[in-house]
Nanobody, 125 residues
Framework: QVQLVESGGGLVQAGGSLRLSCAAS????????MAWFRQAPGKERDFVAGIRWSGRSTDYADSVKGRFTISRDNGKNTVYLQMNSLKPEDTAVYYC??????????????????WGQGTQVTVSS
């Protein structure tokens, strides 16, 4: 049974930083894409960043490029999202997601099979 468990959310002032973690378990994640999505109240769940479990490929939403960095530690089965220069508009529930896809890092939420429970990130102005 695949489990994705997020941690690291919280309240931070604008301009500050947070690091989210996603601990993955339950299977081997070769050829999987791991991603972070976020959902603000009343809005759709949007792609933030993605990384392949093998190799170096990453992808980012335009809104976070240059501020957020996704990385992984295969030995710990953990994916991270380092968030710097946070803005109030980054406030949302952040979700970790995983899907088998050996070709592309998809940005479509409907194409992800596994999801974590979410962690709240609140950025005050």
């Amino acid at each position: 049974q695949v489990q994705l468990v997020e941690s690291g959310g919280g309240l931070v002032q604008a301009g500050g930083s947070l690091r989210l973690s996603c601990a993955a378990s339950g299977r081997t994640f070769s050829n999987y894409v791991m991603a972070w999505f976020r959902q603000a109240p009343g809005k759709e769940r949007d792609f933030v960043a993605g990384i392949r479990w093998s190799g170096r490929s990453t992808d980012y939403a335009d809104s976070v490029k240059g501020r957020f960095t996704i990385s992984r530690d295969n030995g710990k089965n953990t994916v991270y999202l380092q968030m710097n220069s946070l803005k109030p508009e980054d406030t949302a529930v952040y979700y970790c997601a995983a899907t088998w896809n050996p070709v592309v890092i998809t940005q479509l939420a409907r194409e992800y099979t596994y999801w974590g429970q979410g962690t709240q990130v609140t950025v005050s102005s």
